[in-house]
């Protein structure tokens, strides 16, 4: 396995959680690293961008309460996730990509179910 995501649950509304996606070594110096997500019945959306350790994209939605960063040593990106709300319920997956033009991901994680409850 290349990308391995864990770090989902059940939660309150207004609870926090923080996803991991350990890496191999070879997929983790690929330059940009993404979280994405996916409701129940709707397409696969992005998240989260980080360009060798700077985030360089939020969607909307998750400014100011998500922030995605990553640990050079241990190969492994994270998602905190502050102030969830009942429509952050998904399943997130972590990606990378070698391209830092092409929107095209390599390399996805398995996902991880985040359900946060009203």
């Known amino acids: 396995v290349q990308l391995q995501a864990s770090g989902g649950g059940l939660v309150q509304a207004g609870g926090s959680l923080r996803l991991s996606c350990a890496a191999s070594?070879?997929?983790?110096?690929?330059?940009?690293m993404a979280w994405f997500r996916q409701a129940p019945g709707k397409q696969r959306t992005l998240v989260a961008i980080?360009?060798?350790?700077?985030?360089?994209f939020y969607v909307d939605s998750v400014k100011g309460r998500f922030t995605i960063s990553r640990d050079n040593a241990k190969n492994t990106l994270y998602l905190q996730m502050n102030s969830l709300r009942p429509e952050d319920t998904a399943v997130y997956y972590c990606a990378a990509r070698k391209s830092l033009v092409s929107s095209v991901y390599d390399y996805w994680g398995q996902g991880t179910l985040v359900t946060v409850s009203s």
């Open positions: 980080d360009n060798r350790g700077t985030p360089t």
């Open positions: 070594a070879s997929i983790f110096s690929l330059t940009v």
